[in-house]
């Protein structure tokens, strides 16, 4: 299964804090006593993919507005819901013109991009007659009555559309990973059905051995708890276990040092706790059910901490988190080999649309059998009919030859030669002083004698 794109780390729902860069509160660390490397000041940190299929649109559209002053005056102090709303949306009346003139250029661009892809999936199934205005209404992330400027509105769709993309994202990713998984356990038990009863019986011990092995592994500790948390101050940052500061902890793991702990930052503080249960040296241990369970851990944590449901983690969530009672005292963690991924009901509805999607593909390839089987029919006769039609030349030539006829040429044109021209080796023979025929209309002159003297 291809696992979806990486977690989206920068979108306009988020402007008020991942376009800004804003700086968090300064904390004097020890950095003597931190053995990774910290982030370089003036260091470019890429962001990674959204996941959106007009990521490149969005970032674009984010760098441009970024250089406006007084557009980035108002964001500094919007909130998310004024964001979300439409209001900052406004606001793109009072940028400057170079910026609106840029915006503009983007939107085209932006537009003739979604043109050419509507164009070659149209082509693909051999359409005619293409209605790109109408075809663009299916993207919701630019207003396509008006492809050519990039009004409020346009910033407004943008904002709406990526905020309801990227809220449906874990839901999407849960779905693909218990397709994955059933998909796992239909092929097992497919494959079970070729084998006789003494190697099933052996592929079943070795499947519940490998899953027992799996299992056994130490305890996790609950994400984002203190004992999480202390694990990786002491382990990754090399720092005493005792001096745990949660205030140094956010500004060490702040990795771009924006002043927030994105989604990508939180699944970097899980890894010491995955390599507890995933080896990808281990045959039982597997690689996607290890990303799975990440997301997963991030997911929780970000339910716990980000309370205005930006996907962002403030220093001020997160120190609010610390205080809490299940952070120092969390419920018991359930990694996945412990949880019921699907139903057997829901496994069953999987295999018969399986089922139907194989009938749906066997049909087709029926089909195009026997369309092959049908040009290559009437392939093979035209191919007789050649046949036919060369063998009938070829008599024909033959019996010209017969009654003294000039063979014909491929066209079927007399082998002719105008008189006079002979080829070279070619030329008749006579004895010398043999008066030979004239052509026709052709009037011979009278020889002139050598033994007569004229005056």
């Not at 924006?258 to 390599?275: H, I, R």
């Not at 610390?322 to 496994?347: I, N, V």
């Not at 593909?361 to 009919?385: F, G, S, V």
């Not at 008749?428 to 002139?448: F, I, R, S, Y």
């Amino acid at each position: 299964m291809k696992r979806l794109s990486v977690l989206p780390q920068q979108c306009l729902l988020l402007m008020t804090c991942l376009l800004m860069a804003l700086e968090a509160v300064p904390i004097d660390i020890d950095k003597t006593k931190v053995k990774a490397e910290g982030h370089v000041e003036g260091e470019k940190v890429e962001n990674p993919d959204t996941g959106l299929y007009y990521d490149e649109y969005l970032r674009q559209v984010i760098d441009v507005l970024e250089t406006d002053k007084h557009f980035r005056e108002k964001l500094q102090t919007a909130d998310i819901e004024e964001i979300k709303s439409g209001k900052l949306s406004r606001e793109l009346d009072l940028v400057s013109h170079h910026v609106r003139t840029r915006l503009d250029e983007l939107k085209r661009q932006e537009v003739a991009r979604l043109r050419m892809l509507i164009k070659a999936k149209m082509d693909s199934v051999q359409d005619t007659g293409i209605d790109h205005q109408a075809l663009l209404k299916q993207f919701e992330h630019l207003n396509h009555q008006n492809p050519d400027t990039f009004e409020p509105k346009d910033l407004d769709m943008l904002i709406k559309a990526a905020t309801s993309d990227l809220e449906n994202y874990d839901k999407t990713r849960h779905e693909e990973f218990k397709k994955y998984e059933m998909m796992k356990e239909h092929e097992r038990r497919e494959y079970l059905k070729t084998l006789d009863e003494e190697k099933r019986k052996k592929e079943e011990s070795k499947f519940e051995e490998m899953k027992k092995k799996h299992g056994d592994h130490p305890k996790v500790h609950h994400p984002g708890s203190k004992d999480q948390l202390k694990e990786v101050w002491e382990e990754a940052d090399g720092l005493d276990p005792n001096e745990f500061d949660p205030k140094t902890f956010f500004k060490l793991h702040d990795v771009n040092n924006d002043g927030f702990l994105d989604e990508q930052e939180l699944e970097a503080l899980f890894t010491k706790e995955l390599e507890k249960v995933y080896d990808p040296k281990n045959e039982e241990d597997d690689m996607v059910e290890m990303e799975e369970e990440r997301l997963r851990m991030r997911e929780h944590v970000m339910n716990e901490v980000d309370i205005n449901k930006d996907r962002l983690v403030t220093l001020e969530e997160f120190l609010r988190a610390t205080e809490k009672k299940e952070f120092l005292e969390p419920d018991s963690w359930e990694t996945l080999d412990q949880q019921q991924l699907f139903t057997e009901d829901e496994l069953k509805e999987f295999e018969n649309h399986i089922s139907q999607q194989e009938d749906e593909l066997r049909k087709k390839a029926e089909e195009l059998q026997k369309q092959k089987e049908e040009l290559q029919r009437q392939h093979d006769q035209l191919q007789a009919q050649k046949q036919e039609l060369q063998q009938v030349v070829k008599q024909m030539e033959q019996k010209k030859l017969q009654q003294g006829n000039p063979p014909a040429g491929p066209g079927g044109e007399l082998k002719i030669q105008p008189p006079g021209e002979h080829k070279v080796g070619d030329a008749p023979q006579h004895p010398a002083g043999v008066d030979q025929p004239l052509p026709p209309g052709h009037v011979q002159e009278p020889a002139v004698r050598t033994d007569q003297v004229h005056p």
